[in-house]
């Protein structure tokens, strides 16, 4: 089996809090951003986790982020849909209030 494992920042700008997360391709754990939110007990809103309703979208500061599949959703450039994307590098995001 070849995992990935990375580690990876993310920042919240308007909680001044950040959090470490260990992400590992092909995992139970952590297959998505959404889902090491989730984990991490930060509070996210979501419906589908398809890419479909666009509810978890939340706003990229920096970083970048790759799609585990390509999200049908509409967002705007500067959003992005947690439930179906991992971190490529740190990141800094904004969630929706
Ligand atoms: S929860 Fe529906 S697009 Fe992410």
């Not at 990375?6 to 920042?11: D, S």
């Amino acid at each position: 089996m070849n995992l990935t494992i990375f580690n990876c920042k993310i920042i919240f700008s308007d909680k001044q809090r950040s959090l470490n997360i260990k992400f590992t391709h092909n995992s139970p754990h952590y297959s998505t951003l959404l889902e090491a939110l989730e984990w991490n007990n930060i509070p996210t809103n979501y419906q589908c986790k398809s890419g479909y309703c666009g509810v978890c979208r939340i706003f990229l500061i920096h970083g970048q982020i790759k799609y585990k599949q390509e999200p049908l959703g509409y967002i705007s450039p500067k959003e992005i849909l947690s439930c179906c994307c991992i971190p490529v590098n740190n990141l800094i995001i904004k969630l929706k209030a």
